[in-house]
């Protein structure tokens, strides 16, 4: 697994206290980390500390990983889309502390067996954590490289036993305006929502991410529970869930609703086709300076383009 040291971190142009501090809980971490690392034996788990401050040992390295060097952590956990927290890149980064992450509940619902609401510890448990580092596109033409920590949704999925009528999966972002100050405003129609084709979502690259880069997820990256779809740009990732419901027919997004001809269901990356404001032909690695050529299904075109045989990727973008 990857353990940065000291000597890798520089600080960055964001000097904000909030975000220089949890930058040096992350230091000391991860030089403990090595010591913990080095002395469990068996599978994956998670060392209690502050709740906030655990870090996830011997976790083996998903085969589906990318061999390209991921971003510096303290790039991908102050540079965020986390509307419920700002539209600025930076606000997650600055107003997410709040969040409060346990007890966090799952709902649910729909067209499967073991409906309820379920503790997240528990939700979580049948399963082991594994860690994959996956490209990510985001819609804005930026773009990054992250070791995930997560479990694949499809055995999840799995577990909760989708009945036949179950074509699509919706998701949904905790709602609640006093711990999200962003939800005050009306940018978004809260809560956020997204959904996949039952087959996307049971496709083997899917994950339910809970950690990166050997931690648990800074609540700016979508803590204690988000989607990973890395064919997908960006806001089909969707953060803090607390629903997951099977539904017969597609959901409604809400980048759907909030402007149709821009966000569609599917999202697919895909150079050959333009968001209406901007090209996608592009994309700039952040901390890097020039672009390089974003890549079909984001470089996952081998492993998902199946799933779209007969489409017409332009009408269903
Ligand atoms: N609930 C929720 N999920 C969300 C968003 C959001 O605003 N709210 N932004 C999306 C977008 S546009 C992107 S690019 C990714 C950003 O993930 P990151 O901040 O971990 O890089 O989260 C996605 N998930
Ligand atoms: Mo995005």
Not at 153 to 182: C, N, W
């Amino acid at each position: 697994m990857l353990v940065k040291n000291k000597s890798d971190i520089s600080m960055s142009e964001i000097t904000a206290e909030s975000v220089f501090l949890s930058r040096r809980k992350f230091i000391e971490n991860t030089a403990s980390l090595t010591l913990l690392g080095a002395a469990a034996m068996g599978g994956a788990s998670l060392v209690a500390a502050a709740p906030q401050d655990k870090t996830f040992t011997n976790l083996p390295r998903s085969p589906f990983s990318t061999a390209i060097p991921p971003n510096r952590f303290e790039d991908v956990s102050t540079y965020n889309n986390f509307y419920e927290f700002g539209t600025a890149k930076e606000a997650p980064a600055l107003y997410a502390g709040g969040l409060r992450t346990r007890p966090w509940t799952v709902q649910v619902e729909g067209e499967v067996k073991k409906t309820g609401q379920y503790a997240l510890d528990d939700f979580l448990k049948p399963y082991a954590l594994e860690e994959r580092i996956y490209r990510f596109r985001c819609v804005e033409a930026w773009s990054m490289v992250v070791p995930w920590v997560g479990i694949a949704l499809r055995d999840v999925i799995k577990g909760l036993q989708p009945g036949s009528r179950a074509k699509y999966v919706e998701f949904t972002t905790l709602h609640d305006p006093t711990q999200m100050p962003g939800q005050k405003r009306n940018v978004l129609d809260w809560p956020y929502v997204e959904g996949l084709r039952i087959d996307e979502a049971t496709h083997p690259l899917a994950l339910l991410a809970v950690g990166m880069y050997g931690r648990v997820l800074p609540n700016q990256n979508g803590a204690p529970l988000r989607l990973i779809v890395p064919w997908k740009y960006g806001f089909k990732s969707i953060k803090s869930i607390v629903k997951i419901r099977f539904l017969e027919d597609p959901p409604v997004s809400t980048w759907m609703w909030s402007a149709p001809s821009e966000y569609g269901f599917y999202a697919n990356v895909n150079p050959d086709v333009d968001h209406p404001r901007w090209s996608q032909a592009k994309e700039r690695r952040l901390g890097e300076i020039f672009k390089q050529k974003t890549l079909p299904f984001n470089g996952y075109a081998d492993q998902v383009a199946s799933l779209y045989t007969g489409m017409d990727l332009r009408k269903n973008f």
